[in-house]
T-cell receptor, first 114, second 114 residues
């Protein structure tokens, strides 16, 4: 069974803390993505990576950074968490462009910043 | 630019009613892929269907059916004889053949009332 896993389902952090969200996929996918989901706004792309050590900004990269040192792992980093980063964070993976494959999603991490 | 519009924010139906979720997309590419995902209350997005731009055949899977019309840039999703388990947020998404990104609509929240 193919899988995308995320390190935590729920996370509570304080303002100013550095936060790491980890995502691992076991499908040997080239692409990995981080989204945040907020009521009424749908899924908004933060960053995606199309190869190891490669990344591209999505629609809302401010306040976030990412790391992809290995093909199967894609980390989202909040350098200094703020209350407006309280959200549901979803990781996904897919095959490279030119493929018609869908994205596979992890279960999500609900982050609360106090 | 690529864009997906799901104009219906929330829909409520009584169990056993049929319901159609609308999806309208924009893209300049001639080859692209369309997807529907279901997000139940548990939070994880579940892939439902993929459709290629060169295949306009409608598809039926049990109580689910999809109507793809290139002439109107629409990819609508119908649930026949709805059930309480169909209550979820449904997302439509677009991916171009040459691109790595997926473009999501803002989702339609469906509530099926017993």
């Amino acid at each position: 069974d193919v899988k995308v896993t995320q390190s935590s389902r729920y996370l509570v952090k304080r303002t100013g803390e550095k936060v790491f969200l980890e995502c691992v996929q076991d499908m040997d996918h080239e692409n990995m993505f981080w989204y945040r989901q907020d009521p009424g706004l749908g899924l908004r792309l933060i960053y995606f990576s199309y190869d190891v050590k490669m990344k591209e900004k999505g629609d809302i990269p401010e306040g976030y950074s990412v790391s992809r040192e290995k093909k199967e792992r894609f980390s989202l980093i909040l350098e200094s968490a703020s209350t407006n980063q309280t959200s549901m964070y979803l990781c996904a993976s897919s095959r490279a462009s030119g493929s018609n494959n869908e994205q596979f999603f992890g279960p999500g991490t609900r982050l609360t910043v106090l | 630019a690529q864009k997906v519009t799901q104009a219906q924010t929330e829909i409520s139906v009584v169990e056993k009613e049929d319901v159609t979720l609308d999806c309208v997309y924009e893209t300049r590419d001639t080859t692209y892929y369309l997807f529907w995902y279901k997000q139940p209350p548990s939070g994880e997005l579940v892939f439902l269907i993929r459709r290629n731009s060169f295949d306009e055949q409608n598809e039926i899977s049990g109580r689910y059916s999809w109507n793809f019309q290139k002439s109107t840039s629409s990819f609508n999703f119908t649930i026949t004889a709805s059930q309480v388990v169909d209550s979820a947020v449904y997302f439509c998404a677009l991916r171009d053949y040459t691109g790595n990104q997926f473009y999501f609509g803002t989702g339609t929240s469906l509530t099926v009332i017993p």
